[in-house]
């Protein structure tokens, strides 16, 4: 039963991860490679704005910390990205040259050891099946799942969201019915920010504030895009469970070690059978040489 | 206000030392060689001029280490493709093969370092073949997977020594062997590699890079050349990690370091992409300065990465590119 539990909290914090990333590349085609950084960024804000700007209630820190992310996230593009957009060996250079920039930053800055957590929404625990799991972890599954259904609705419902999807599915055809093709790219790299954000704020009162963790956000979120198919939504929720749950069946039977190897082993394997992921039907032709 | 553009035209002296009659005289003799005899001369004078400061005679084989790295890095992006985000992964790969060639196999150095690096080459491109049949950022995300992965699989199982690495491997027999081991090697890597790549498979590495379509209609496997492509990379790297493990007499998991990934990628981009010598010139201006910045600790990388962007966006010909069409083409402003 704990497996079943665990694995499906497991499954939508790595959901939560890779959302952003997955966003962002359906979208813009950008390889935001400054995931990871956004997300300790986020989670790094809001531990400023709730320690050192004591004035402001827990939830309005939440918001601020999640809107200055997904401001980051736009400068990134509006100043950096949007001057070298479609030079893809620049793209993931620059970008991932942003997310180092950020996280040894704030590793020099004082991120560093145990003294940086932020506080869980609710404390305390229940008995779940005769199971023990903390409120946190309810609310992050809670959460997570109002995220995605959030994120259908503004994507099937709103003009903007059409608009994003649009410009994902045919570039020239949206830019010929008026959609500004810049502008949806800055809008899905705010979002897909914010997202990261708010991620970390769910998700890090976990543990600690580390820089470690923002690499590792970055790789998980990529294994799950890449299995997933690169840029299909649908693809990354299914292959973060399948992900997650094998994590947590190597984590119960063999070792804690081995979660980064079932990762990039699931990426191996993918790339060996079908490539474009699980999901990526229609990029099939594009991505096998 | 008159428009004017400015129009670059070829030097007569270059036009003259594309063919034979660059050996008609002194002066053309001069401006082929003279560059080259200059970089030459200044690496390999190196050791000796700064025999005044001991120090630095260290930095000048670090130098060399990353410089090797940023022509793998250089070979492969801008001439097969492919963004290798991971040269770390060929340090260690090649630091840790040559550990246990040395100290498990009692090897000697001299035996352990050519036999690490043309093994930790087919080790390299073996793990990386799933990703070579594929288009896009396949290659650049497990790249950059992998030298994280191989730090936590050493750390997890404490095979090869675990945290603490493998120690006691044999250093060089002087500091001179030291220097111009790495410095004679670098220079051979650089004008091979300069010569590899106008080679016809240098023709083919561009087209893959270019057009892949065009490569595969005139019959030849895409995946092959690639494989050919990262093979190459490979061996500098690896060299370049067995070396450093003899210079530290140590393989640790601190070979699979950031530095080793992030300082090349900003000496080529600083340097030039596409020359192969704008990664030298780009270490050999990085690598002093990241020792001279040494008490800032990790504020360092923050630094390249923000030369880095800034090259990238503003100034993405690079050094080497600049200077070459300065010392090759004059220019003027004309009347439209």
Redesign the interface.
């Known amino acids: 039963m704990d497996i079943l539990i665990y694995g499906i909290i497991n499954s939508i914090i790595l959901a939560l991860f890779s959302l952003g990333f997955t966003l962002v590349y359906s979208i813009s085609r950008v ?1 935001n ?1 400054a995931h990871g950084a956004l997300y300790i960024t986020g989670g790094y804000l809001a531990w400023i704005f709730t320690n050192k700007i004591a004035a402001l209630p827990y939830p309005l820190d939440v918001v601020f910390a999640v809107i200055l992310t997904a401001v980051i996230g736009s400068l990134i593009y509006q100043f ?1 990205i949007i ?2 957009r479609g030079m ?3 793209e ?3 970008t ?3 997310g ?2 950020i996280l ?2 704030l ?2 800055g004082g991120l560093r050891g145990m003294t940086f957590t932020l506080p869980a929404f609710l404390p305390g625990s229940v008995d779940l099946f005769g199971v023990s799991v903390d409120y946190q972890r309810l609310i992050i599954v809670g959460v997570g799942i109002l995220i995605f259904f959030l994120l259908y609705v503004f994507t099937h419902f709103t003009k903007i969201g059409l608009a994003l999807r649009g410009i994902a599915q045919d570039e020239r055809a949206s830019m010929m019915l008026g959609i500004n093709s810049d502008m949806t790219a800055l809008v899905s790299l705010a979002i897909g920010s914010a997202l990261a954000g708010f991620a970390a704020i769910l998700i890090l009162p976990l543990g600690n504030i580390v820089v470690e963790a923002g ?1 590792n956000v ?2 998980f979120a ?2 799950v895009c ?1 299995i997933g198919g ?1 840029g299909s939504i649908g693809g990354t929720i299914l292959a973060s469970f399948i992900i997650g749950f094998a994590q947590i069946l190597t984590e119960a039977f063999i ?1 804690t ?2 979660q ?2 079932v990762a ?1 082993l699931a ?2 394997i993918t ?2 059978i079908k ?1 474009s992921g699980i999901f990526g039907k229609q990029k099939e032709l ?4 | 206000m008159e428009n004017k553009r400015k129009e670059r035209i070829d030097r007569g002296i270059k036009v003259r030392t594309e063919g034979i009659y660059a050996i008609s005289s002194m002066r053309e003799m001069l401006f082929l060689l003279g560059p080259r005899v200059f970089l030459i001369v200044v690496i390999l004078m190196l050791p000796f001029v700064l025999e005044l400061a001991p120090y630095w005679k260290r930095v000048i084989n670090i130098i060399c280490v990353y410089a090797l790295i940023g022509i793998s890095f250089d070979f492969l992006a801008n001439y097969v493709g492919l963004v290798c985000l991971g040269g770390a992964f060929f340090t260690g790969i090649g630091g840790y093969f040559t550990a246990i060639f040395n100290v498990y196999l009692s090897l000697p150095v001299y035996l352990a370092i050519p036999c690490a690096t043309i093994c930790g080459a087919l080790f390299c491109t073996i793990v990386l073949l799933p990703c070579l049949p594929l288009r896009g950022v396949y290659f650049a995300i497990v790249t950059l997977m992998y030298p994280l992965l191989f730090t936590r699989i050493i750390e997890a199982l404490n095979i090869l020594g675990g945290t603490n690495g493998i120690t006691g491997l044999d250093s060089f027999a002087n500091p001179y062997v030291e220097h111009y081991v790495i410095i004679i090697l670098l220079l051979i890597f650089l004008f091979g590699m300069r010569r590899f790549v106008i080679q016809d498979i240098g023709l083919v590495f561009r087209g893959v890079k270019d057009n892949d379509q065009s490569v595969r209609a005139s019959g030849i496997n895409i995946t092959h050349v690639r494989i050919f492509a990262v093979f190459i990379a490979a061996l500098i790297g690896c060299f370049a990690g067995a070396y450093l493990a003899h210079l530290y007499m140590w393989a640790g998991i601190s070979l699979f370091a950031l530095d080793f990934s992030i300082i090349p990628i900003a000496g080529v981009v600083i340097g030039g992409g596409g020359t192969l010598v704008g990664a030298v010139i780009g270490c050999f201006i990085l690598v002093p300065l990241s020792e001279l910045l040494r008490a800032f600790g990790t504020f360092r990388i923050v630094i390249y990465c923000i030369l880095l962007t800034t090259f990238i966006v503003f100034k993405s010909e690079g050094l080497m590119n600049y200077m070459q069409r300065k010392y090759y083409q004059f220019e003027r402003w004309v009347k439209v």
């Open positions: 390889p490679f950096i001057r070298i893809e060996i620049s993931i250079i620059a991932y040259a942003i180092l920039a040894e930053g590793r020099w690499y970055l790789i990529i294994a890449v690169l070792s070690h081995y980064m190897v990039l990426i191996i790339l060996l490539p594009e991505e096998r040489v």
